[in-house]
């Protein structure tokens, strides 16, 4: 659960490991409002990702994996974004020894690169994006 403040995305690492590609692309069709009434796309999105969260219920495999829903607290079943995605690219990145790495030079802008790149970067000098 999120601390005061900050935001809750654990639906977000629900969606991205629970449900089809598809699912991921229903939810930005009905944020842009693509192909008519927006309000009715989101009703569709949010009742095909509750099934998809309750899919494996009632299967005895993908329970333990998932957890039944009557188990399930008012938390939903995984966690941050963070821990999901970038805390697994960070622990990756440290067993292929390419912490630090090089920053990567898009583009110059009256000769000063534009710098793409991350906390764990090489420092070099120039402008960041």
Known sequence: MASEGEPDDSWISSLLTVSPFARIVEFFSAE????????????????????????????????????????????NTHTSVRDLWFDAAKAELASRNAIPHDIESVWHWNGIPVLFGCPDCHRTQGWRA
Not at 49 to 69: C, I, L, P, T
């Open 32 to 75: 842009i409002g693509d192909g008519g009434n927006q309000r009715m796309q989101r009703k569709d999105f949010m009742y095909n990702f509750y099934h998809d969260m309750n899919a494996h219920e009632k299967d005895h495999m993908n329970s333990v994996v998932w957890g039944r829903a009557s188990n399930r607290n008012a938390q």
